[in-house]
């Protein structure tokens, strides 16, 4: 199994109107019921690693892309490190992630290890 980071995004919009608390809880427990699966199958790792500079991006719809190449209006909000046997896998477990309801989307970076 191989190591991915999975770079959440969204757009960046000043100003923007906040969710209210009952939207919060809502968001945080779609994100609590992925993440959670994740973990149930021995797949949710810590951080800590070089990236590789190639990657694939799952934007809304299940589309999947090369990159990563990141528009300047776009905000990373956070990220995870999951095990999988390939990008493509570890692309298709970022097709459950919550942030693509809102429009957002996942990048996916495969790790490579320190040397020491």
């Known amino acids: ?3 991915f980071l999975l770079i959440f995004r969204r757009n960046f919009t000043p100003g923007e109107a906040q969710p209210s608390p009952e939207q919060l809880q809502a968001m945080m427990k779609d ?3 992925w993440m959670g699966s994740i973990a ?3 797949k949710l790792v810590s951080p800590g690693n070089r990236l590789d500079p190639d990657g ?3 934007k809304p719809g299940g589309v999947i892309t090369n990159g990563p190449y990141v528009e300047i209006k776009e905000a990373i ?3 995870i490190i999951i095990r999988a046997a ?3 896998e570890a692309s298709e477990i970022s ?4 942030i693509l309801r809102i429009g957002g989307n996942v990048e996916v970076r495969n790790i490579i ?3 020491m």
């Open 31 to 33: 994100w609590q019921d």
């Open 56 to 58: 694939q991006v799952v």
């Open 1 to 3: 199994m191989n190591e």
């Open 77 to 79: 909000g956070g990220y």
């Open 95 to 98: 097709k459950g992630c919550p």
């Open 86 to 88: 390939s990008i493509n």
């Open 40 to 42: 149930a199958q021995n």
């Open 113 to 115: 290890p320190m040397e």
